[in-house]
């Protein structure tokens, strides 16, 4: 079936500095990804949606110069967390999808810590 | 804007039972598809069930089936003969295209 791939799945990284996610479809080409956050013991909140060749759409209260999101081609997401402080450190999780009539695939999710 | 309400934070089930996890939504988009998820501690999302909201149908899969009330916005999870791999943080979510909204997720204990 299809898969997403998420790396790295734990980061650490020291304040100041900044961490790249990737998320990757492996065997579809995804139009579309989502960027999740998920603090502990609580839901996914939605954090941008990635369209291939333009701006990701972020959601109200996202800092878009903090969460820098790079959807270069139809198999690759980034997600760079930029000058990292400690606040950033949470559960990081994409999905990706084919087109809205299509079944959405998750990454395993990469767990940051900022020091 | 797209909210999913699920308003059962925690819900116990003895093993071998049925439970019901509860899931109000409202969207304004007129086509939209509807997920649980279960969440398990590794944290990894897998897809419990979809539902497809122009079918009437509700949707099911093995021990896990949907009662889907589009006019009242209501989407129920029932999971029959409870298992104790069933434990974990069960997501409500809607897609309509935009964007995939989760509800705040319900904690399923299984008690043997």
């Known amino acids: 079936g299809a898969v997403v791939s998420q790396h790295p799945s734990r980061v650490i990284c020291k304040s100041g500095t900044s961490v790249k996610i990737e998320c990757r479809s492996l065997?579809?080409?995804?139009?579309?990804m989502f960027w999740y956050r998920q603090f502990p013991k609580q839901s996914l909140m939605l954090m941008a949606t990635?369209?291939?060749?333009?701006?990701?759409?972020?959601e109200q209260g996202v800092e878009k110069d903090k969460f820098l999101i790079n959807h270069a081609s139809l198999t690759l997401s980034t997600l760079t967390v930029t000058s990292a402080h400690p606040e950033d450190s949470s559960f990081y999780i994409c999905?990706?999808?084919?087109?809205?009539?299509?079944?959405?695939?998750f990454g395993n999710g990469t767990r940051l810590t900022v020091t | 804007a797209q909210t999913v309400t699920q308003s059962q934070p925690e819900m116990s089930v003895q093993e071998a039972e049925t439970v019901t996890l509860s899931c109000t939504y409202d969207?304004?988009?007129?086509?939209?598809?509807l997920f649980w998820y279960k969440q398990p501690p590794s944290r990894q999302m897998i897809l419990v069930i979809r539902?497809?909201?122009?079918?009437?149908q509700n949707a099911t899969e093995n021990r896990f089936s949907v009662n889907f009330q589009k006019a009242a916005k209501s989407f129920s999870l029932k999971i029959s003969d409870s298992q104790l791999g069933d434990a974990a943080m069960y997501f409500c979510?809607?897609?309509?295209?935009?964007?995939?909204?989760f509800g705040k997720g319900t904690s399923l204990l299984v008690t043997p």
């Open positions: 999905s990706a999808s084919r087109g809205f009539d299509s079944p959405l695939h």
């Open positions: 065997d579809f080409q995804a139009t579309t």
């Open positions: 990635s369209n291939e060749g333009s701006k990701a759409t972020y």
């Open positions: 539902q497809e909201a122009y079918k009437q």
């Open positions: 979510a809607c897609f309509s295209g935009y964007a995939l909204n």
């Open positions: 969207t304004s988009e007129s086509d939209y598809y």
